[in-house]
C-alpha cells in the first residue's frame, strides 16, 4: 500500500487532494466503475491507514466486503471444480470423442472470459463482447477524470501522473502513460487512450477490438 512507500508523502502532496475518508472514497470509485474495479485494483497506491478507528459504518463496509469476497471465492471455487472435471473427462477419451469434447471446453473457457490471449488478436466470442463494451465505456469515463484531475498539476511531471494513481488505483504505470500520450481537447475524447489500454490489457491490435466493440 502506499504508506509502504517511502515516497508516499511526497506523493500525496504533489496530489493536491485530500478525501476526508479515503476508504469511502474508493468504494465509491468502485461502485461507479464496477467492470475495472472487478478486474484489477492497483494496490500499491491504495491510501488506506493501517491503524484507524472502527466505527458501526466501518464494520458494515467490512461485513460488506466479507460476505462479496466469500460469494467470490465461492463462484471461483465452483468455476475451477468445474474445469477440472472437464480436463479430467478428456484424459480418457481418444479421438473424435476427445475432439468433441475438447470443443466443449474450448467454449466453455470462451464463456467464462478463460479463452487463451494469442499475440495478434484473436476471435472474440459473443457472450464477452458486452463485458468488453462495459470495460471500454468505463475506461473513457475513468480516463475523462483522469485527465480533469491532471490539470491541477504539472501533468508532465512523471511524479504527478504517479500522484494521480493514488486517487485513480485503477490503472498502473505503463497506463497512466497511455492516458496522457493521447491528445485530450475535452470530455469523451479518449476512445483511442482507452482502445490503446484495452488492447494492451488483452494483448489485442485495437483494430481487432474495434470490430467487435463497434460492428458495422
Known amino acids: 500500500m502506499l504508506s509502504d512507500r517511502p515516497d508516499a508523502q511526497e506523493l500525496l502532496d ?13 468504494q465509491d470509485l468502485w461502485a461507479r466503475y464496477p467492470t475495472l474495479s472487478e478486474d484489477w485494483v492497483h494496490v500499491g497506491f491504495l491510501n488506506l491507514p493501517k491503524r484507524r478507528v472502527v466505527d458501526k459504518r466501518e464494520s458494515n463496509r467490512f461485513k460488506r466486503w466479507q460476505a462479496a469476497a466469500a460469494e467470490r471465492d465461492q463462484r471461483d471455487l465452483l468455476m475451477v471444480a468445474e474445469i477440472r472435471a472437464k480436463s479430467k473427462a478428456l484424459l480418457v477419451l481418444r479421438g ?4 468433441k469434447k475438447q470443443k466443449v471446453l474450448d467454449r466453455r473457457l470462451a464463456e467464462l472470459g478463460l479463452r487463451p490471449s494469442f499475440r495478434g488478436g484473436t476471435s472474440i466470442p459473443q457472450r464477452e463482447r458486452p463485458g468488453l463494451r462495459k470495460r471500454y465505456d468505463e475506461l473513457r469515463a ?7 484531475a491532471g490539470k491541477l498539476g504539472e501533468e508532465t511531471d512523471p511524479r504527478y501522473r504517479l500522484a494521480l494513481l493514488i486517487r485513480f488505483p485503477l490503472l498502473n504505470e505503463e497506463e497512466i502513460e497511455i492516458a496522457f500520450s493521447h491528445p485530450y481537447k475535452r470530455r469523451g475524447t479518449t476512445s483511442k487512450a482507452a482502445m490503446a489500454i484495452l488492447a494492451r490489457r488483452f494483448n489485442t491490435p485495437p483494430a481487432t477490438l474495434d470490430r467487435y466493440l463497434f460492428p458495422r
Open 14 to 26: 504533489l496530489l493536491g487532494f485530500e478525501s476526508a475518508d479515503w476508504r469511502q472514497y474508493y
Open 142 to 148: 475513468l480516463l475523462d477524470e483522469v485527465r480533469d
Open 96 to 99: 473424435p470423442a476427445r475432439a
